[in-house]
T-cell receptor, first 114, second 110 residues
Framework: DTAVSQTPKYLVTQMGNDKSIKCEQN?????MYWYKQDSKKFLKIMFS???????INETVPNRFSPKSPDKAHLNLHINSLELGDSAVYFC?????????????FGSGTRLTVV | EDQVTQSPEALRLQEGESSSLNCSYT??????LFWYRQDPGKGPEFLFT?????EEKEKERLKATLTKKESFLHITAPKPEDSATYLC???????????WGAGTKLIIKP
């Protein structure tokens, strides 16, 4: 039973294309996150949704648009992909603020833009 | 500005050789400090949350401690399966974001 599952695991696409990454959690958490991990391994928050409401929207290009149809799903759509978007994107879920149990992360989507 | 610095960047140990990883932080009002483990090709896995200076938490060969400026992750008699990148993150009372360090890559040689 995968707690946080994201698809696809690998995504190779050309510049200018539009792509989506899907995320689902079966932990009953009310908050979900999208993180970007660059080549230096820094994790940067992109978006956070609490009960389908956007609560964190960091400075990311508006080509990135999250969508949360319900509190178990948070998808990420990226328009007009650029070379600099290449990274590993992680979905996570948890209680708002982390708490004693931290966040549960998905296994990541490695996006390569060529 | 809230900031997290982890050292060393990489640490190679022989199996059984104990050591410590450091996480120094600057945050305006610490709500919590988190330790995670990340294996290659996987997402970070939660280990501990520490809330106040003097607090300690243990899990198998790992023990995390916290002061007002830094946290240590002590690893006692490590095994090769402890090899991973260990990430530290802090959270301030002012918002719900986690500020992450770049991690320490730990390699345990048999």
């Amino acid at each position: 039973d995968t707690a946080v599952s994201q698809t696809p695991k690998y995504l190779v696409t050309q510049m200018g294309n539009d792509k989506s990454i899907k995320c689902e959690q079966n932990l009953g958490h009310d908050t979900m996150y999208w993180y970007k991990q660059d080549s230096k391994k820094f994790l940067k928050i992109m978006f956070s949704y609490n009960n389908k409401e956007l609560i964190i929207n960091e400075t990311v290009p508006n080509r990135f648009s999250p969508k949360s149809p319900d509190k178990a799903h948070l998808n990420l759509h990226i328009n007009s992909l650029e070379l600099g978007d290449s990274a590993v994107y992680f979905c996570a879920s948890g209680a708002l603020g982390g708490s004693n149990y931290g966040y549960t992360f998905g296994s990541g989507t490695r996006l390569t833009v060529v | 500005e809230d900031q997290v610095t982890q050292s060393p960047e990489a640490l190679r140990l022989q199996e059984g050789e104990s050591s410590s990883l450091n996480c120094s932080y600057t945050v305006s009002g610490l709500r919590g400090l988190f330790w995670y483990r990340q294996d290659p090709g996987k997402g970070p896995e939660f280990l501990f949350t520490l809330y106040s200076a003097g607090e300690e938490k243990e899990k198998e060969r790992l023990k995390a401690t916290l002061t007002k400026k830094e946290s240590f992750l002590h690893i006692t008699a490590p095994k090769p399966e402890d090899s991973a990148t260990y990430l530290c993150a802090v959270q301030a009372y002012s918002n719900y974001q986690l500020i992450w360090g770049a991690g320490t890559k730990l390699i345990i040689k048999p």
